[in-house]
């Protein structure tokens, strides 16, 4: 079974501060890789995705992830927030084969001050 | 439609109720997911659709809980005698893909409060 853990529960930073979160995930195969963004009061978003290639990504709105396999992580980076990024972040794993269904972290809530 | 769309968007029930979601996903998205989101908690899988067939239900906690999508478009969640426990946001997401790997497209989610 797929399991997410996602360690920072709640993050303060100021405005133009840079912010790491971290994904670990525990699968014996290959998987695809997601972080979607919740902003209040809205629905669940996807910020970017890694299926291959690049262990780099880039998404929206100036984040980006890093995919380390030996590692089994995938962090999210943003070199500046903004008090825009405040919401909560959940990390996401499914497998290229077999059950197609995301598996989710218990997300991050990130709140900016300005 | 724009996006994917929940009703009701708040519920309120009785212990021992029964209660029905429904989720009108992305018109001609193929797949179809439930979550069951408690509080403070990252969302669950239940089941999911592919066009009307329900490929994995897995996820769904008891046999209270039943999800339909005859049509291979709008799909119910139902929960039948409803207990505390049940308390939860339940999200449904919609994807292009056949194979469930695009991006899941959320709805805003149907809040139940079972009292």
């Known amino acids: 079974a797929q399991s997410v853990s996602q360690h920072n529960h709640h993050v303060i930073l100021s405005e133009a501060a840079s912010l790491e979160l971290g994904c670990n995930y525990s699968?014996?195969?290959?998987?695809?890789l997601f972080w979607y963004v919740q902003y209040p009061g809205q629905h669940l978003q996807l910020l970017l995705k890694?299926?291959?290639?690049?262990?780099l990504v880039k998404g929206i709105k100036g984040f980006e992830a890093e995919f380390i396999k030996s590692k089994f992580s995938f962090n999210l980076r943003k070199p500046s927030v903004q008090w825009s990024d405040t919401a909560e972040y959940f990390c996401?794993?499914?497998?290229?084969?077999?059950?197609?269904?995301?598996?989710f972290g218990s997300g991050t809530r990130l709140q900016v001050q300005p | 439609g724009a996006g994917v769309s929940q009703s009701p968007r708040y519920k309120v029930a009785k212990r021992g109720q029964d209660v029905a979601l429904r989720c009108d996903p992305i018109?001609?998205?193929?797949?179809l997911f439930w979550y069951q989101q408690a509080l403070g908690q990252g969302p669950e899988f239940l089941t999911y659709?592919?066009?009307?067939?329900?490929?994995?239900k897995s996820g769904l906690p008891s046999d209270r809980f039943f999800a339909e999508r005859p049509e291979g478009s709008v799909s119910t969640l139902k929960i039948q005698r409803t207990q505390q426990e049940d308390s939860a946001v339940y999200l449904c997401?919609?994807?292009?893909?056949?194979?469930?790997?695009?991006?899941?497209?959320f709805g805003e989610g149907s809040r139940l409060t079972v009292l």
């Open positions: 659709f592919q066009n009307e067939a329900q490929l994995d």
């Open positions: 890694y299926f291959s290639g690049d262990p």
């Open positions: 997401a919609s994807s292009l893909s056949r194979e469930g790997t695009g991006e899941l497209f």
């Open positions: 996401a794993v499914n497998a290229r084969t077999g059950r197609r269904a995301l598996t």
């Open positions: 018109s001609g998205h193929v797949s």
């Open positions: 699968y014996g195969g290959t998987v695809n």
